[in-house]
């Protein structure tokens, strides 16, 4: 396999340290941000080597920090030796350009950390346009005062050959936001052609008659490392860093009694993402759009399973399948202890399994040939007492499994067509 790009570029350059900063306005309400922000710039090949927040109620519109916290952050960059400031937060171009005075350092937001990470792990031509196409959205409306930056963030590519508008010597500042459009407009006729290749594949492979399970989940959830065990061979790379994966891989997986399926890998998702992003991938997902059957990758042992399950929900809808059939998978079961009680309460249909012992991956199988033959999905519904009609199905969209009248409403469980999980939803049991 070739060495990715971040690896290979650190064998030429040292990793640059990075001081990570935030505001909150409750003494250690961004402690998870904050522990995730870590992640994301090692992941982007930086050092997180310190942590400095300010509580005030809220960023001051010019320089995000105060002056006074501004000459302590300056001082300590200083004394530490550290090289860049990542804020926890999406900056203007007013702000970073404030702070990068104030400070006399690179300063990049979060969003700039994903991109970067994103243009590093990106290894197809599909990816890496995506990624271009997304810099660039983000980076239109903070042309202004960032002139400086304009060739290295557009990949190098705008200054060169691709439209050849900037001669040597010629300030990049002049590179104005027609020309950014004029690349985009071109990006996204290139993504176009990727999107119809891929409509050719697909009717080729409908033509086979396999259905199409898609991976979704928050990133780092386990989804590589599900289609490898469910494939039964390393399919693709799975590693402990957020945003490892960024292309669709499909692969043909056998689930047992003659049952076949092709499942896809792909982008994971993470709470916050930089608007645009998903609309800017949309090439990449486009398999999600049209898979039969979509499968929910969580990490159970995160304490924040909520905000991984809302995310989900949230991206989902964005692409327009959240009433898509969709099994829940409790991933990582073996390193959930006492409070796995807790969390079959919060996820009643989820199926525990472990990607990398292989626990549950029985369970699972059985699941896939059940929802896809069927075509049915199982839920937890809590119905009030007005509501009970719900429970009527037409024939062969959907069975009761069980319910438990309570006083405040009724427990059903039942297994239902996606055409009626729409109507459904608002009574689906999710988290508290
Ligand atoms: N303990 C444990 N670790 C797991 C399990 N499944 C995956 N992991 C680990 O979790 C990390 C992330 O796994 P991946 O499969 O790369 O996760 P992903 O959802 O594909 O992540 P992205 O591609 O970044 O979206 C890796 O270090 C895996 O070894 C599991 O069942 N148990
Ligand atoms: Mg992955």
Redesign the pocket.
């Known amino acids: 396999m070739t060495q990715p790009p971040d690896q290979r570029e650190s064998l030429l350059a040292p990793p640059r340290r990075a001081l990570l900063v935030g505001i909150e306005r409750v003494r250690g309400q961004s402690c998870r941000s904050l522990g995730e922000l870590e992640r994301l710039v090692a992941a982007a090949g930086m050092i997180p080597a310190g942590v400095l927040v300010q509580t005030r109620p809220r960023p001051h519109p010019d320089t995000f920090l105060g002056k006074g916290k501004l000459r302590q952050v300056r001082a300590r960059l200083a004394a530490e030796g550290l090289d860049v400031a990542v804020v926890n937060a999406e900056l203007s171009s007013r702000q970073v350009a404030a702070m990068g005075e104030a400070l006399d350092c690179t300063v990049m937001d979060r969003t700039e950390v994903i991109l970067e990470i994103f243009a590093q792990h990106a290894r197809t031509r599909e990816g890496a346009l995506q990624v271009e196409l997304a810099r660039l959205e983000y980076l239109l409306p903070r042309l202004v005062g960032r002139g400086a930056d304009l060739s290295q963030i557009a990949g190098g590519r705008l200054a060169g050959g691709a439209i050849g508008v900037r001669g040597p010597g010629e300030p990049a500042l002049e590179l104005d936001r027609r020309v950014l459009r004029h690349r985009m407009n071109l990006i996204k006729r290139r993504l176009d052609e990727v999107v119809q290749h891929r409509e050719v594949e697909r009717s080729e492979r409908e033509r086979a008659g396999l259905p199409l399970v898609g991976l979704v ?1 928050y ?7 599900l289609l490898n065990a469910l494939a039964g061979e390393e399919v693709v790379a ?8 960024l292309d669709t891989t499909i692969r043909r997986v056998d689930l047992g009694e003659r049952t076949e399926a092709l499942i896809s ?1 792909t ?2 998702f993470l709470d916050d993402l930089p608007t645009g992003l998903i609309s800017a991938f949309r090439a990449t997902l486009e398999e999600t759009v049209h898979a039969a059957l979509l499968v929910e ?1 969580l990490d159970a042992s995160d304490p924040l399973l909520g905000v991984q399950h809302d995310t989900v929900e949230n991206v989902l809808g964005e692409l327009g399948v959240l009433d898509k059939p969709r099994l829940i998978v409790l ?5 959930v202890n006492e409070e796995g009680a807790r969390v079959l309460r919060q996820f009643p249909e989820g199926i525990p399994i ?4 292989g626990a549950g991956l029985d369970n699972l199988r059985a699941a896939l040939r059940e929802a896809l033959s069927s075509g049915l999905v199982p839920l937890t519904l809590h119905l009030p007492y007005n509501r009970l009609q719900l429970l009527q199905f037409p024939p062969g969209l959907g069975r009761l499994l069980d319910s438990d009248y309570r006083p405040e409403h009724v427990v059903a469980r039942v297994r239902v067509h996606s055409r009626l999980v729409q109507r459904l939803r608002p009574y689906v049991v999710a988290v508290p």
Do not use: C, I, M, Y
């Not at 990133?219 to 490392?225: I, L, P, Q, R, V």
């Not at 991933?331 to 390193?335: A, M, T, V």
């Not at 472990?354 to 012992?357: D, E, G, R, V, Y």
């Open positions: 989940g990133t780092n959830g386990g989804k590589s490392s799975a590693h402990d860093r957020l945003f490892e994966t890998d982008v994971g990758v991933n990582k079961w073996d390193l472990s990607a990398l012992t």
